[in-house]
């Protein structure tokens, strides 16, 4: 599966963004998928998870309540909402296959986004 994110930019804090993830290949609906993100200096997190039906959905706990992961299987793409942005949620976000917890699976380009105090 070949992965191509898309729909970051620079938003001021308390902003939305959405974000989606094209994925070539049949097999996108039969994984569970995840968003992903690095900020400069850390370690890449997991922001959010969506099992391959849709549901089962996982957020970590600072974007809870603000961030809705989703994904349209007819399209082979996943999504990520985000609003009331905060400036710590500056990064490049990525999507992923989540195998086992982890991601899994070659990383695309990923897309940046910003969040201006």
Do not use: H
């Amino acid at each position: 599966v070949q992965l191509v994110e898309s729909g970051g930019g620079l938003v001021q804090a308390g902003g939305s963004l959405s974000l989606s993830c094209a994925a070539s290949g049949r097999s996108f609906s039969t994984y569970d998928m995840g968003w992903f993100r690095q900020a400069p200096g850390k370690e890449r997190e997991l922001v959010a998870r969506i099992m391959w039906y849709g549901g089962g959905t996982y957020y970590a706990d600072s974007v809870k309540g603000r961030f809705t992961i989703s994904r349209d299987n007819d399209k082979n793409t996943l999504y990520l909402q985000m609003s009331s942005l905060k400036p710590e949620a500056a990064a490049v976000y990525y999507c992923n296959i989540v195998w086992s917890g982890r991601p899994y699976g070659s990383w695309g380009q990923g897309t940046q986004v910003t969040v201006s105090s």
